[in-house]
Every structure is written in C-alpha cells, then in structure tokens.
C-alpha cells in the first residue's frame, strides 16, 4: 500500500479539489503523510494544514517552482516551508504577475485564430489560480479540442497556435529562494528533461552544487528503467530519493493519490530519511508538520 505522496495539487493552482479535501482524499486513501506543492504558490497551505490537524494526517507545506532550463521542463519541489514568509511570499507574488501574463497572452493568440475565450470565462472554470489545465477544459467545452490532450497537443503546447512562454527564474535561483526557506528541494519528475550535450548525471550534480538535496524517483510517469536509473542516480549521488504522483484531480484523470497510475506504493520511509538529513543539516520541522 502506498504510504505518502510528495507531489500533489490543489485549486490553489491547477487541481480540482480544494485543500482541504485534498487531505480528506489522502485520509481515505489511508495515506500516512502528504506534501501539497501547488505551482508557484503557497495559499493553500494554511487550509491543508488545518485540515491535516483535524483529520490526524501528516501534512508537508511545499510548493512546485517553475525554473528556465536549457535541458527540458525542470521543476523543483521545496518541501517543509513555513505557512509564511514575506521573502518567498513577494517571489511567488512575482511568478503569479508572470503567470497571469501567459494567460492572457494564450488567451490573446487563440483569439488571433478565432477561439473565441476569455479570461472570465477561465476563472469561472478554475475556482481559483488559472492554468494551462483550465484553458484545455474551455477548449473542449467549446468544442475546439476533443480533449484535454488533444488541446495540449494542438493548441496549448510549444510551437503551436495558442501557446505562449512563461517567464521562470533560473535553477540555481530557484533552488536558492527555496533553501534560503529551509526547504528540502527536490527535483521533479527528471523524465523531462532533455540534457543538450550532457548526461542527466551532469545536470543533477550541477543542481547538487547548487543545493538539491533529492530527486523524485518514483512518479506516476516513470517507468521501471527510469526508476531504476534515477534510484542509483541517488545512491551515487548521495541524494535523497523522494516520491509523488503529481495528482491535479480531474485535470489529471487516472493518476490516484500516492499510487499514480497504480504502480506507485512509496513507503513512509523516504520521509523518514528527509527528515534525517534535515536534522543532520540542522534544519527544523515547520509547524505545518
């Protein structure tokens, strides 16, 4: 049975369950312990938390940065960060100016094309922050798309009509907002990246120079092989290997809290062992835990 999930999401950015039904989720699920690390932001944290002391669950404060990589889509997960801080607060304020930004340009070039969208019609679909999952449900809902992937895939990916770049920070300056909060920083799903004349070994030990402490080794979209390669990838490394589905709801179908696409059973374990380096580290736990 699968024991925790580092990785999930909320209608604090692009899930569809609020935060505390997230946790509600994660009690049924017979969860011992759950990271929420909604997309650049930490609002639903406090909602989580509340949720988790009530419900008697393990709740890890955390967050998923966007970073600017010349080797693919890089994310970076920060795990035990406190319900608030004005220095991370002012940050993640910026990314989410940035992201409303990229919003309105998508909505700007699917309407140049004819798609007829706007931004009010976005946020009724989110409920909260919009993203990129929430324009794909528009488009299908009016009938431009058949669904979520073929919106992603004909509209809303690089090279296509309605897409348009988002503003990141780069990764050593994510990792270092996100340590200079005492987190634990993890690198997310490492199947995207794409290394451009280097080895992912490369890239990973040049992310540890940096301050990563971990990578996400088991995840709802790796298979055997990659897990496998990320695991030793960890034990050579000395890093921390950690565990998450990546579950956004129903703007995700099929991928389940802490089993992913059923093949993830993550043992409690691997926070255990964060939890070691932290105090090795002499870090402490944030009050959310």
């Known amino acids: 049975m699968a024991e925790i999930d580092l990785h999930t999401h909320s209608t604090a ?61 890089m994310h970076l997960l920060g795990l035990w960060l406190p319900l608030r801080s004005p220095r991370l607060q002012a940050a993640l304020d910026r990314l989410t100016v940035l992201r409303r930004q990229r919003n309105e340009a998508i909505i700007g070039n699917l309407n140049r094309y004819g798609v007829q969208v706007t931004y009010d019609e976005l946020e009724a679909i989110a409920g909260g922050s919009v993203g990129r999952p929430h324009i794909a449900q528009l488009l ?6 058949v669904n979520f992937q073929d919106a992603f895939l004909n509209w809303l990916r690089p090279g296509t009509k309605g897409y348009a770049p988002k503003e990141k920070l780069l990764p050593g300056q994510g ?61 050579r490394l000395d890093l921390l290997p950690s565990a998450g589905s990546d579950f956004h709801g129903d703007n995700k179908p099929g991928i389940a809290l802490g089993r992913g696409k059923g093949g993830l059973r993550p043992s409690y374990e691997l926070v255990r062992r964060m939890k070691e380096r932290r105090a090795a580290q002499g870090l402490t736990l944030p009050s959310c835990s």
Request: glycine letters at 10%.
């Open 13 to 73: 950015s692009d899930g569809t369950l609020r935060p505390a039904e997230l946790i509600a989720a994660a009690v049924r699920a017979g969860l011992k312990a759950i990271a929420l690390t909604d997309h650049d932001t930490v609002e639903g944290l406090p909602e989580a938390c509340a949720a988790g002391s009530e419900l008697g669950l393990e709740v890890i404060g955390g967050c998923e940065l966007s970073v600017e990589s010349e080797h693919g889509s």
């Open 140 to 145: 299908v809902a009016k009938g431009v798309a």
């Open 175 to 235: 990792i270092e907002l996100l340590k200079g909060e005492g987190a634990t920083v993890i690198l997310a799903h490492p199947c995207t990246l794409r290394p451009q004349g280097r080895s992912l070994e490369e890239v990973v030990r040049e992310l540890k120079d940096w301050g990563l402490d971990g990578v996400e080794v088991f995840y709802s979209m790796h298979t055997q092989a990659q897990t496998n390669a990320y695991a030793d990838l960890c034990r």
